[in-house]
């Protein structure tokens, strides 16, 4: 019995007939609230392009595991002795029972606790009970899921044949890597459940217009420029940009703002904080020792990996966002802050290093709860979307629109008011 080393395919749900979409507008509501949209962007979105499942210090020792679930899909990452990082769908090869069940753990086998069938951490079959003698173990295995390490974060795809990986790795790396995500520890977690579309939750995201007047916490360190491609410009915050990026290249930093180049679905940027502030707290002071090689000053390190992740990395600590659709209208959401795997509890204040992400957060959960209250309503029409601080919601709707239709757009409609 000799098995293929990959699950087949997953149906796909049938592309349902979309609405049309007027450019530099937002989406129709059907996009946001009907079911049949959302088990297409499943099979499609979410299927092929790479997805952020958690953080390599969750997984660092031989047999550490995390779970990873979208949709019907749920993946083991975990550890094998040998170091090789491996990723597997969590069905049992025999009657298809899932395998684990705690979202993280340490195992030194992965047991089906249905006919308790064995599988090495490499996912091969060890031990199957009673299935006779003609029974042949050996070629039988779990389906393999592509897996890679990225800075101390991981990314799998369900594809069958998964989009290339190398210009995000090497765009990434070259400034993340600095900050040793690879040797964190998970200091605080938060879990969230929004009554909001995915979507709903990365256009908030991807423009800080609405910053001023619902995120006191976050300009207290950051500059309302500079944020998703804001074109805008204010003499202070060039200069200060500008004497940055010297001081980041004297310190090896390579700082380059890398933003969804082609066709790819990621930004990373090194941003400046406001004079005094050396990383993103109420008071500008770190709340941990500092992490990796990044001299006394490194601003913070933005990430957006489309379409569920973004982070931030500071001096002292670092801060991702996994979003998790589970139906057109609610998102889970998992925020993980990290520190230095060295820094004990006493050396982390935790009520400081959690403040201005657990009320940013909180704050963008209420908006786009009550964004989406508004795209449920009778009364809601697509609107105009700025072109000043607002490209980057557009940049994010086209990229989704490709994925979504295989690259056929929507027919767009006449603009109206």
Sequence with gaps: ???????????????????????????????????????????????????????????????????????????????????????????????????????????????????????????????????????????????????????????????????????????????????????????????????????????????????????????????????????????????????????WRADGLEPADVSFPGDEGFRVSRLPLRDGFVTETMDGAPVAPPMGQVGGSPGSLRLITLPTMWAHANLDYAMTTRLTPVGADRTDVDVCFLVDADASDDDVDLERLTTVWTATSEQDWALCEANAAGIRSRGYLPGPLSPVVEASVQHFVDWYLRRLTGSRTPRTSATSA
């Excluded at 392009?49 to 990873?68: D, M």
């Design 1 to 247: 019995m000799s098995e293929p080393t990959t699950a087949p395919s997953a149906p796909t749900a049938p592309l349902p007939t979309l609405e049309p979409v007027t450019p530099g507008w937002t989406l129709p509501a059907s996009y946001y609230l009907d079911e049949r949209v959302h088990a297409a962007e499943l099979a499609t979105v979410f299927t092929d392009t790479w997805l952020f499942a958690g953080h390599a210090c969750e997984v660092a020792e031989p047999g550490q595991y995390l779970l990873f679930e979208i949709g019907d899909d749920s993946v083991i990452v975990v550890r094998d002795a040998d170091g090789v990082l491996h990723a597997h769908h969590n069905v049992c090869r025999h009657r298809g029972s899932r395998i684990c069940d705690e979202p993280r753990g340490r195992v030194r086998a992965l047991m089906c606790p249905y006919h308790q069938w064995t599988y090495g951490l490499d996912g091969r079959l060890r031990g199957a009970r009673l299935m006779g003698e003609g029974f042949a173990k050996d070629g039988v295995r779990l389906g393999a899921v592509a897996v890679r390490e990225l800075a101390g974060l991981v990314f799998v795809s369900l594809a069958d044949a998964p989009p290339s990986f190398d210009a995000m790795a090497a765009a990434v790396t070259a400034q993340l890597g600095h900050h040793r995500l690879d040797r964190a520890r998970v200091a605080h977690r938060a879990s969230y459940s929004v009554r909001a579309n995915w979507k709903t939750l990365v256009e908030n995201n991807r423009e800080c217009y609405h910053c001023r007047s619902n995120h006191p916490e976050f300009l207290e360190s950051n500059f309302e420029f500079g944020s998703h491609g804001d074109p805008r410009r204010n003499d202070t915050y060039d200069d200060t940009l500008a004497a940055a990026y010297a001081r």
